[in-house]
């Protein structure tokens, strides 16, 4: 499963210290962007984070809007690429299971703090920035493949009814998952979380054979 995304900007070639350069930015950005919101982060924010100059951060980034583009790139690869190695195999009740799991877990781990980065993201752009909320919806929809691809292999083998709609099927996944951990984040708990995965796994079940 690939974890990039297709953003509206094109990377200039870089020497190895400017992709250096470029990639602390970036990841500066989106620290702060997480923790304050892209409305509460201010390029000289980012400047001071990165301990970059103001000419070196204009340098790799015309305006804020392109460095937000690279921001959302930047989380899609992270949260993607953190479930990588469970989103290639959801081809079983008992890998859907490990997965809610491990998505129930980091945010144990995170102390409930801060929600989806890119969900967080969508919250704040989608109605404001169309090239963002494209970004977005590129990212949520390789997500949601990525489940999909597992459901549509059980179906294959015939372990799922054939009627089963694995795309739907994978779109109330993503979505339960996304309102499950925006209730993590208000009520810092998980039980939001467990309900919503557990109720869609539940109806996923129902489509067994």
């Known amino acids: 499963m690939k ?3 297709t953003t509206t900007q094109s990377e200039p070639k870089l020497t190895k210290k400017g992709r250096e350069t470029r990639s602390r930015i970036i990841a500066a950005a989106a620290k702060l962007m997480f923790e304050r919101g892209v409305a509460g982060t201010s390029v000289e924010d980012v400047q001071k984070e990165a301990k970059v100059s103001s000419s070196q951060l204009y340098h790799y980034f015309k305006e804020k809007r392109d460095l937000v583009l690279a921001v959302i790139l930047y989380q899609s ?9 469970l ?4 081809d079983s009740m008992e890998a859907l299971q490990t997965w809610r799991d491990a998505v129930i877990q980091s945010q144990v781990e995170r102390q409930y703090q801060g929600g989806c980065p890119i969900g967080s993201l969508a919250s704040e752009l989608a109605d404001m920035e169309p090239a963002a909320r494209a970004a977005l919806a590129t990212c ?3 997500w ?3 489940i999909s691809q597992g459901l ?5 083998r015939g372990e799922m009814r054939a009627d089963a709609d694995p795309d739907q099927l994978a779109l ?3 979505t339960a ?3 499950g951990l925006l209730m993590t984040q208000v009520r810092k708990d998980i039980k939001a979380l467990e309900a919503v995965l557990d109720a869609i796994l539940e109806h996923i079940r129902t489509h067994l054979v």
């Not at 690869?77 to 190695?85: D, F, M, R």
């Not at 989103?87 to 959801?90: E, K, M, N, V, Y």
């Open 77 to 85: 690869e992270q949260v993607l690429g953190s479930q990588e190695p």
């Open 152 to 156: 549509r292999a059980m179906r294959d």
């Open 87 to 90: 989103l290639s195999h959801l």
């Open 140 to 142: 949520f929809l390789q």
């Open 177 to 179: 998952l996304q309102g």
């Open 3 to 5: 974890t990039t995304t």
């Open 144 to 146: 949601e493949q990525s």
């Open 172 to 174: 109330a996944l993503l």
